[in-house]
């Protein structure tokens, strides 16, 4: 045999606890085909000198969007701004598309005041004007928009609706107002959708990302079109990509009363279809909405203010899209970022299970953002994956804090308390809604130092060695492909996050400063700028 490739006199990583270390690894056919003694009598098509360079199972991003990432990179943005002055001659700067203007980053927490409708009105009446928030649950538009939208959605005291002290529509709207005026701006194109993954999948290259698991398709708050995964088989993807698909999607089908299906997507298809490039994952249900937008459904309120966040949608019809979900086969990706949101989610689950038992059905709770300590055992009992952002904290820990409180502070994105209860965490970024590194995601893991310097929930730091298996063997167990990647190991996928240093020695505070030297999907270097 003849190997591919084969990387030498480098500190290989592994991740499996049979082998944690080797100097070298051989590569045919996009697998690794064995570690040091195993291949060192082998030749090889080309051989890598490492130098000396860190090799780590390529990054897993379990809760990534990359078509929302693309656009966002290509799309004028205000988070710069710090008054609704400097937003509007933003505005005035942007060329619109068609009869839309559109901006992103947008964060009424920074600014001196929230933008109204007024504000954009004296941009521009004669075209729609849509200013996304940052969090990706909410937004501000002009009056010509909420002129398009139904009056009943508009009725004083509509959940996610701000109105002014007359009862009028002020212009911000979050969570199904807002998904409502995403309808009038889609579809998009299976080509403008095309270009935005590319765009989204260079990103996490760069940042030694493998595998990113696109958290909504075909519907849901961040759905581009209901056909958008032909844009995902348009052209042969960089990195691997799975697909969890908005349960939006589910309708009545007549399958066999035998096989318990009441709703399904068309063709009965659910996770798994699918190879190692593309494949379908969980199914993507909202119960409540964000903490930048101050949606997340909370049983106590924020701190200062009469706000307790909001479910998504009406609680029938949520659990019935879990229940169904469930039953149909599907492995469910359930957002709850609120502990009242995680309480129905908890609730649903564990009648999910009793209608219906499955075995290792890894359903996932995406986010996990404010669990209670009594939480804590009802998440283990059935097994569930917290998919948990660091970055979250990171970047907002202390506006977190400040609205959580004292006492519900160290609940926030848990850590040890996760892994002490014997819960498998999985890492990701929630990209583009906070910075997508994860080596910043991990630092923050192991020291829970935000950008500001403050600590937030120190209590919940994890080891280096816990923090990097929650992106690699924690990502892949979440999304059932740790049978093919999360460890380098005989059989599995090649593919490689090759790094500058070793994070496990590294200065705790400068590991997401660590470079991304090379990342290798399947033996192939596709983000290469040292040209190893």
Same mark, same amino acid.
């Given at each position: 045999?003849?190997?591919?490739?084969?990387?030498?006199?480098?500190?290989?990583?592994?991740?499996?606890?049979?082998?944690?270390?080797?100097?070298?690894?051989?590569?045919?056919?996009?697998?690794? #085909? %064995?570690?040091?003694? =195993? *291949? $060192?009598?082998? +030749?090889?098509?080309?051989?890598?000198?490492?130098?000396? !360079?860190?090799? &780590?199972?390529?990054?897993?991003?379990?809760?990534?969007?990359?078509?929302?990432?693309?656009?966002?990179?290509?799309?004028?943005?205000?988070?710069?701004?710090?008054?609704?002055?400097?937003?509007?001659?933003?505005?005035?700067?942007?060329?619109? #598309? %068609?009869?839309?203007? =559109? *901006? $992103?980053?947008? +964060?009424?927490?920074?600014?001196?005041?929230?933008?109204? !409708?007024?504000? &954009?009105?004296?941009?521009?009446?004669?075209?729609?004007?849509?200013?996304?928030?940052?969090?990706?649950?909410?937004?501000?538009?002009?009056?010509?928009?909420?002129?398009?939208?139904?009056?009943?959605?508009?009725?004083?005291?509509?959940?996610? #609706?701000?109105?002014?002290?007359?009862?009028?529509?002020?212009?911000?709207?979050?969570?199904?107002?807002?998904?409502?005026?995403?309808? &009038?701006?889609?579809?998009?194109?299976?080509?403008?959708?095309?270009?935005?993954?590319?765009?989204?999948?260079?990103?996490?290259?760069?940042?030694?990302?493998?595998?990113?698991?696109?958290?909504?398709?075909?519907?849901?708050?961040?759905?581009?079109?209901?056909?958008?995964?032909?844009?995902?088989?348009?052209?042969?993807?960089?990195?691997?990509?799975?697909?969890?698909?908005?349960?939006?999607?589910?309708?009545?089908?007549?399958?066999?009363?035998?096989?318990?299906?009441?709703?399904?997507?068309?063709?009965?298809?659910?996770?798994?279809?699918?190879?190692?490039?593309?494949?379908?994952?969980?199914?993507?249900?909202?119960?409540?909405?964000?903490?930048?937008?101050?949606?997340?459904?909370?049983?106590?309120?924020?701190?200062?203010?009469?706000?307790?966040?909001?479910?998504?949608?009406?609680?029938?019809?949520?659990?019935?899209?879990?229940?169904?979900?469930?039953?149909?086969?599907?492995?469910?990706?359930?957002?709850?970022?609120?502990?009242?949101?995680?309480?129905?989610?908890?609730?649903?689950?564990?009648?999910?299970?009793?209608?219906?038992?499955?075995?290792?059905?890894?359903?996932?709770?995406?986010?996990?953002?404010?669990?209670?300590?009594?939480?804590?055992?009802?998440?283990?009992?059935?097994?569930?994956?917290?998919?948990?952002?660091?970055?979250?904290?990171?970047?907002?820990?202390?506006?977190?804090?400040?609205?959580?409180?004292?006492?519900?502070?160290?609940?926030?994105?848990?850590?040890?308390?996760?892994?002490?209860?014997?819960?498998?965490?999985?890492?990701?970024?929630?990209?583009?809604?906070?910075?997508?590194?994860?080596?910043?995601?991990?630092?923050?893991?192991?020291?829970?130092?935000?950008?500001?310097?403050?600590?937030?929930?120190?209590?919940?730091?994890?080891?280096?060695?816990?923090?990097?298996?929650?992106?690699?063997?924690?990502?892949?167990?979440?999304?059932?492909?740790?049978?093919?990647?999360?460890?380098?190991?005989?059989?599995?996928?090649?593919?490689?996050?090759?790094?500058?240093?070793?994070?496990?020695?590294?200065?705790?505070?400068?590991?997401?400063?660590?470079?991304?030297?090379?990342?290798?999907?399947?033996?192939?270097?596709?983000?290469?700028?040292?040209?190893?």
């Amino acid at each position: 045999m003849i190997l591919d490739m084969k990387l030498v006199r480098g500190r290989i990583i592994t991740m499996d606890p049979a082998r944690p270390e080797a100097t070298s690894v051989g590569v045919w056919r996009g697998q690794v #085909v %064995g570690l040091d003694e =195993e *291949v $060192a009598h082998l +030749d090889a098509e080309r051989v890598v000198d490492l130098d000396g !360079a860190v090799v &780590l199972p390529g990054f897993v991003d379990a809760h990534n969007h990359l078509a929302w990432a693309g656009r966002a990179s290509v799309t004028p943005d205000v988070s710069s701004c710090r008054s609704v002055a400097e937003v509007v001659a933003r505005l005035r700067e942007v060329t619109p #598309v %068609g009869d839309w203007l =559109e *901006v $992103a980053g947008y +964060d009424h927490r920074v600014l001196d005041r929230p933008l109204t !409708a007024e504000d &954009l009105d004296a941009v521009a009446r004669d075209r729609r004007i849509y200013v996304q928030d940052r969090s990706g649950h909410a937004c501000v538009v002009n009056t010509p928009v909420l002129r398009e939208l139904p009056a009943t959605l508009l009725s004083p005291g509509t959940p996610g #609706v701000e109105f002014d002290r007359d009862g009028n529509p002020t212009g911000g709207l979050a969570e199904g107002a807002q998904t409502a005026v995403r309808a &009038l701006r889609l579809p998009y194109s299976i080509d403008e959708i095309a270009g935005h993954v590319a765009l989204g999948a260079r990103q996490c290259l760069a940042q030694g990302v493998t595998t990113a698991a696109e958290a909504g398709v075909a519907g849901g708050i961040v759905g581009s079109s209901p056909v958008e995964i032909a844009a995902y088989q348009r052209n042969r993807l960089p990195l691997r990509v799975q697909l969890m698909v908005s349960a939006d999607a589910l309708h009545p089908v007549a399958a066999h009363r035998d096989d318990r299906v009441t709703r399904a997507v068309d063709l009965g298809l659910h996770t798994g279809l699918g190879d190692d490039r593309l494949g379908i994952g969980a199914l993507k249900v909202f119960t409540d909405g964000g903490m930048m937008a101050r949606t997340a459904a909370m049983t106590e309120p924020y701190e200062g203010t009469g706000n307790s966040g909001q479910l998504q949608d009406d609680p029938e019809r949520m659990t019935a899209a879990i229940l169904d979900g469930h039953a149909a086969g599907w492995q469910l990706a359930v957002h709850a970022i609120g502990d009242r949101a995680l309480d129905f989610t908890l609730d649903t689950l564990e009648e999910a299970r009793r209608r219906h038992p499955r075995e290792n059905t890894r359903h996932r709770i995406e986010h996990c953002g404010t669990t209670r300590p009594e939480q804590l055992t009802r998440i283990a009992a059935l097994n569930a994956v917290p998919v948990i952002q660091p970055t979250f904290l990171y970047d907002n820990g202390d506006d977190y804090s400040a609205i959580m409180g004292e006492r519900r502070t160290p609940w926030l994105y848990r850590g040890k308390s996760f892994l002490d209860h014997g819960i498998t965490i999985a890492g990701s970024s929630d990209r583009p809604v906070t910075e997508g590194s994860p080596l910043r995601a991990i630092q923050f893991m192991v020291d829970r130092t935000a950008r500001d310097g403050g600590q937030i929930g120190p209590a919940e730091a994890i080891t280096i060695d816990q923090a990097l298996a929650a992106y690699t063997t924690g990502s892949a167990y979440a999304c059932n492909v740790d049978a093919t990647r999360g460890t380098i190991a005989r059989g599995k996928l090649a593919d490689f996050a090759v790094l500058a240093d070793d994070p496990r020695t590294h200065d705790t505070s400068g590991i997401n400063g660590i470079r991304v030297l090379a990342t290798i999907v399947g033996g192939d270097p596709v983000h290469n700028p040292e040209n190893l």
